[in-house]
T-cell receptor
Framework: QQKVQQSPESLIVPEGGMASLNCTSS?????YFWWYRQHSGKSPKMLM?????GEKEEGRFTVHLNKASLHTSLHIRDSQPSDSALYLC???????????FGTGTRLQVLP | EAAVTQSPRNKVTVTGGNVTLSCRQT?????MYWYRQDTGHGLRLIHY???????QIGDVPDGYKATRTTQEDFFLLLELASPSQTSLYFC????????????FGPGTRLTVL
């Protein structure tokens, strides 16, 4: 069964700092990755997706993907207290309809 | 934005009880999913469906049944609830396609005493 590992489990950064989150899949057939953000007491909501090797930037958020190592990372620059949330990585292989989620990284941004 | 609703939002039952969780999406999405979320385990897929009458087994299906009655409605059934099924349950929907993001409902918190 495919596993999606995320690290670190938790992360504390100061306001204005850089947060870096990691995610690796155990399934060599994985082709698609998403990052979801879940604020406390709320449901997950997609933040960014990445399907090709390389980098994708949207505002303060940048995702990287290395398909050879099945690794994606999410970087948040100029972190804000409103970025404090659980960040979930999700992955899916090209030969399945199932999306597997990681256990998440809990980010806390201190004012 | 995609709309997914769940009911009830909170439910307390006793061991051995019968529980039905409901989910409705109004976006004409093909796919619907049931997840449970527990601390330390992230989101785990219970069952999913790609259309009315269809059911696919997820990663943690034991103790759960599901039924997709229409394009819009997906139900999760716990026929003999156990304390290990105490959890936060999310329903989600998506269009068909490799790049499809999932849209989540607000969740149902279930407590089995």
């Amino acid at each position: 069964q495919q596993k999606v590992q995320q690290s670190p489990e938790s992360l504390i950064v100061p306001e204005g700092g850089m947060a870096s989150l990691n995610c690796t899949s155990s399934d060599r057939n994985v082709d698609y990755f998403w990052w979801y953000r879940q604020h406390s007491g709320k449901s997950p909501k997609m933040l960014m997706s990445i399907f090709s090797n390389g980098e994708k930037e949207e505002g303060r958020f940048t995702v990287h993907l290395n398909k050879a190592s099945l690794h994606t990372s999410l970087h948040i620059r100029d972190s804000q207290p409103s970025d404090s949330a659980l960040y979930l990585c999700a992955a899916r292989g090209s030969n399945t309809n199932k999306v597997v989620f990681g256990t998440g990284t809990r980010l806390q941004v201190l004012p | 934005e995609a709309a997914v609703t769940q009911s009830p939002r909170n439910k307390v039952t006793v061991t051995g009880g019968n529980v039905t969780l409901s989910c409705r999406q109004t976006n004409s999405h093909n796919y619907m999913y049931w997840y449970r979320q527990d601390t330390g385990h992230g989101l785990r897929l219970i069952h999913y469906s790609y259309g009315a009458g269809n059911l696919q087994i997820g990663d943690v299906p034991d103790g759960y049944k599901a039924t997709r009655t229409t394009q819009e409605d997906f139900f999760l059934l716990l026929e003999l609830a156990s304390p290990s099924q105490t959890s936060l349950y999310f329903c989600a929907s998506s269009v068909q396609g490799n790049y499809a993001e999932q849209f989540f409902g607000p969740g149902t918190r279930l407590t089995v005493l």
